[in-house]
């Protein structure tokens, strides 16, 4: 096959594996990007998300990741859930209503390379989906995908931000999309405003360390700092606010992968079912769950978190 016919064979393969956008991007050191995160770093802004620091160098040059890399090919899997939660209930992110996007994700990356092998020849590629040091949303605005938000999401024009993202890295040479360079949140400032911890700053910087998603699942203490308290808007894992306001979701529509059907008790819990379970059912019901990052212990504590007083 030629440049082109490969090319277009990818896409097939991603469209067919169930992914709903596929763009690629030469592989390159991210200069501007390293500066940013350096940036971020030294202020903090990872709170106790030591991990952020390490490999440093492989998450801005994919050369470090695949030696010989040439194309970065980035895909997107929308799950935007059908259905909500019960009014009242302690609230769950939407990427979190269904089976651990990890798991569903990885095999489709797998796949995807397996077929590339069988019809373009042997090649070095890796894919990766949220857990290696890989810019994801840095790859995905090179390849032409959406823009980055001022609430730090990617956003596609069409489809809003409810997305995962996924990078698969080869060493060969492909037809490579134009960058997306154009901005459409203009003076909008929803997600700014709306933030219920002010962790969106200027200039598209998010303070991890500040948001209800860190608080709710990456901080891994006994306590939330009691100067949170009141701010958490009835989130128990996860945050959507500041994508739930952006105007480009009005856009977004139900996932149609079925992995990404929502749990059964995620949208039947009300507090008092939540605030019920064993660390057994939760075990049992969530095995295969985000939720389970945060484990029993977490969501007790955040349980105990949200209630007044």
């Not at 990404?260 to 008092?272: C, W």
């Not at 064993?278 to 105990?304: H, M």
């Amino acid at each position: 096959m030629n440049l082109s016919e490969t090319t277009q064979f990818i896409r097939s393969l991603a469209s067919s594996a169930g992914f709903d956008h596929c763009g690629i991007a030469a592989a390159v050191p991210l200069d501007e990007d390293a500066r940013k995160l350096e940036a971020w770093l030294h202020q903090g802004m990872h709170g106790s998300m030591h991990y952020m620091e390490k490999h440093f160098d492989l998450r801005v040059n994919p050369y470090k990741l695949l030696p010989g890399a040439r194309s970065v090919i980035s895909l997107l899997i929308n799950y935007y859930p059908a259905a909500r939660q019960p009014e009242g209930s302690p609230k769950v992110s939407k990427y979190a209503y269904s089976k651990d996007y990890h798991e569903v994700i990885r095999p489709k990356l797998n796949a995807i390379i397996l077929q590339m092998k069988e019809k373009i020849g042997d090649f070095q590629g890796r894919g990766f989906v949220d857990s290696a040091p890989v810019l994801e949303r840095s790859w995905a605005v090179r390849s032409g995908l959406g823009w980055v938000g001022k609430n730090g999401n990617l956003i596609h024009k069409k489809q809003g931000s409810y997305f995962f993202i996924a990078t698969l890295i080869v060493d060969f040479e492909l037809e490579y999309d134009a960058p997306h360079t154009q901005d459409f949140c203009g003076t909008c400032t929803r997600c700014i405003d709306a933030c219920p911890t002010q962790a969106i700053h200027d200039n598209k910087v998010v303070d991890g360390s500040q948001c209800i998603s860190y608080f709710t699942i990456e901080l891994k203490e006994l306590l939330i700092p009691e100067k949170m308290k009141g701010k958490f808007d009835n989130w128990m894992f996860g945050c959507d606010t500041c994508q739930d306001v952006c105007p480009w979701n009005h856009f977004s529509k139900p996932a149609t992968e079925p992995a990404f059907s929502a749990i059964p008790e995620i949208l039947q819990f009300n507090t008092k079912d939540w605030e019920g379970i064993t660390e057994e059912g939760f075990k049992k019901i969530f095995s295969d769950s985000p939720l389970k990052r945060a484990k029993y212990q977490g969501i007790r504590r955040n349980l105990v978190f949200l209630k007044p007083g």
